[in-house]
């Protein structure tokens, strides 16, 4: 197994251009998520989805749009790159949602990405 | 306001050390509590999880504790070697369908 498979790991963007981060992940999971990481602050959800076809707002989703259509992947879209969307972005997965039972998350390398 | 503190301060022990970690939370009341280790450049990885009715909880050198009283863990490092130098960050569920992060706690271990 793979685990979860970001790509690309690394991207540079000009302001105002948009472009989609990828994220596959090859378990199985009905959960997937994206974080975004910046330094001193934890890791913050974008968007999540419990299944395929279901999405739903995180923490910090503007600017981000996200779609479902297989259980195995779950891109990330940045309608009009920001400088403060300059980041790492982690995408996640765990074979079911987070619930009052035992559920880790398994998350990829993360795509590092610069806005100009 | 809800908030998750991790010692943004990193520790810095001698191989063999015991090394502790502590995660205060303010305003929650998790159901659960996830110990993850992250590598530089690379994603966090699941270590331990402790439920609220739990007080303790092992693995290998790994232990974790969990006071809900005190709204604390400590998250502890026995016989500690080189190769456990990362940034471990703790998480909580406090309900719904998101897990919330604290910022992680750089440990060097020092040969």
């Known amino acids: 197994n793979a685990g979860v498979t970001q790509t690309p790991k690394f991207q540079v963007l000009k302001t105002g251009q948009s472009m989609t981060l990828q994220c596959a992940q090859d378990?199985?999971?009905?959960?997937m998520s994206w974080y975004r990481q910046d330094p001193g602050m934890g890791l913050r959800l974008i968007h999540y989805s419990v299944g395929a076809g279901i999405t739903d707002q995180g923490e910090v989703p503007n600017g981000y749009n996200v779609s479902r259509s297989t259980t195995e992947d779950f891109p990330l879209r940045l309608l009009s790159a920001a400088p403060s969307q300059t980041s790492v972005y982690f995408c996640?997965?765990?074979?079911?949602?987070?619930?009052?039972?035992?559920?880790?998350?398994?998350f990829g390398d993360g795509t590092r990405l610069s806005i100009l | 306001s809800q908030k998750i503190e991790q010692n943004s301060e990193a520790l810095n022990i001698q191989e063999g050390k015991t090394a502790t970690l502590t995660c205060n939370y303010t305003n929650y009341s998790p159901a659960y509590l996830q110990w993850y280790r992250q590598d530089p450049g690379r994603g966090p990885v699941f270590l331990l999880l402790i439920r609220e009715n739990e007080k303790e909880k092992r693995k290998e050198r790994l232990k974790v504790t969990f006071d809900t009283t005190l709204k604390q863990s400590l998250f502890h490092i026995t016989a500690s070697q080189p190769a456990d130098s990362a940034t471990y960050l703790c998480?909580?569920?406090?309900?719904?369908?998101?897990?919330?992060f604290g910022a992680g706690t750089r440990l060097f271990v020092k040969a």
């Open positions: 996640a997965s765990s074979y079911s949602q987070p619930s009052y039972s035992n559920q880790p998350q398994h």
């Open positions: 378990m199985n999971h009905e959960y």
């Open positions: 998480a909580l569920y406090t309900g719904g369908f998101k897990t919330i």
